[in-house]
């Protein structure tokens, strides 16, 4: 593989870790604003069962998170190889513009670990928070 052709991997890879970011922040909009659009209280049995399910998709989008991240500091270290054989100072300067992938790891941890305890707190304490319009009475009864 030409260090051209890893180059393009790696973009490739960074697009995919844009996009399952994307991913992670559409769902946390998704679930706590449609709680917020129901029209009525939410029973507990709803809220466990919608934060469950949120649970399954944190652990897939997660696990597939620190994937990419592995994969991209794995194809950094092979373009500084290959570079140090060819002699030319692409991979050094596209090591410079990649954050450091032992922090963004760290960061996937905590952004991952803040976005579950929120999630968890909108969903239990959504019908205390969303406002919910009083049910309209019958004139005359």
């Given at each position: 593989m030409t260090l051209y052709e890893l180059l393009d991997v790696i973009a490739s890879q960074r697009e995919l870790v844009f996009n399952?970011?994307?991913m992670f922040?559409?769902?946390h909009i998704t679930i706590v604003g449609g709680l917020f659009l129901v029209?009525?209280?939410?029973s507990?049995?709803?809220r466990v069962?919608?934060?469950a399910?949120?649970?399954v998709f944190l652990y897939m989008n997660w696990n597939a998170q620190v994937v990419n991240y592995d994969y991209i500091g794995?194809?950094?270290s092979e373009a500084r190889a290959l570079e140090s054989l060819q002699g030319c100072g692409v991979a050094v300067c596209l090591a410079k513009q990649l954050p450091s992938f032992a922090?963004?790891?760290i960061l996937v941890h905590v952004a991952y670990g803040v976005g579950a305890l929120s999630t968890l707190l909108a969903v239990m304490l959504i019908n205390r928070i969303a406002h919910r319009p009083e049910p309209r009475t019958v004139l005359g009864s």
């Open positions: 399952t970011w994307n922040v559409a769902v029209q009525r209280d939410v507990l049995k709803e069962a919608a934060y399910l949120y649970i794995l194809l950094i922090n963004a790891k």
